[in-house]
């Protein structure tokens, strides 16, 4: 599977929108690209994914880029409850790669009251 | 509540000791998995099993031993551990382990484990 590239961490202000940003630039024309997330102390969430229109769903939106080489998740109005590590994760469609999806570091989001 | 429940949430084992820990999912999905988490580390993928068959084992020591029953229920036993082994443990699941369209992977809350 193709490699991501995240911020180690970002910093917003409750109420106002967040910009995470994700590089992956060896992305592959079947692969999707998913966001996960993971509060303190939780196993992760999912939080939404695309291939290659833009995405909105109630949590968040996702943008991609029309060269597939990048995409940004875009959560529209901060609140505390959104503090976590948010994972961008690629991974290859039916018959693509191997079994189970691989994290990395991800982005570190403190919201700022 | 994600549908994936792990028992025990803490547990601490003695390096001789044998212990299993229990993941049930109740969402009717065919894959189940296992992750570790070592502190600041990423998530590390140990297994993947599809219809109870293992289907992925990314070179875990013998000490980890996966069972799958059947495709709701999915066990670590663990034995002679080590304390570098203390990590929090996650059991997922997902419609089929191949992550396209539509294939969400749920999460347990995880469990904790400490190697004394």
């Known amino acids: 599977d193709a490699k991501t590239t995240q911020p180690n961490s970002m910093e917003s202000n409750e109420e106002e929108p967040v910009h995470l940003p994700c590089n992956h630039s060896?992305?592959?024309?079947?692969?999707?690209i998913h966001w996960y997330r993971q509060l303190p102390s939780q196993g992760p969430e999912y939080v939404i994914h695309?291939?290659?229109s833009n995405v909105n769903n109630r949590m968040a939106s996702l943008a991609i880029a029309e060269d597939r080489k990048s995409s940004t998740l875009i959560l529209h109005r901060a609140t505390l409850r959104d503090a976590a590590v948010y994972y961008c994760?690629?991974?290859?469609?039916?018959?693509?790669?191997?079994?189970?999806?691989?994290f990395g570091k991800g982005t570190h989001l403190i919201i700022q009251p | 509540e994600t549908g994936v429940t792990q028992t025990p949430r803490h547990l601490v084992m003695g390096m001789t000791n044998k212990k299993s820990l229990k993941c049930e999912q109740h969402l009717g999905h065919n894959a189940m998995y296992w992750y570790k988490q070592s502190a600041k580390k990423p998530l590390e993928l140990m297994f993947v099993y599809n219809f109870k068959e293992q289907t992925e084992n990314n070179s875990v020591p013998s000490r980890f031993s996966p069972e799958c029953p059947n495709s709701s229920h999915l066990f670590l036993h663990l034995h002679t551990l080590q304390p570098e082994d203390s990590a929090l443990y996650l059991c997922?699941?997902?419609?089929?382990?191949?992550?396209?369209?539509?294939?969400?992977?749920?999460f347990g809350e995880g469990s904790w484990l400490t190697v004394v």
């Open positions: 994760i690629l991974k290859g469609g039916l018959g693509g790669g191997a079994d189970g999806l691989t």
């Open positions: 695309g291939l290659t």
């Open positions: 997922a699941s997902s419609q089929s382990p191949r992550a396209s369209s539509g294939n969400t992977i749920y």
């Open positions: 060896t992305i592959s024309g079947t692969d999707y």
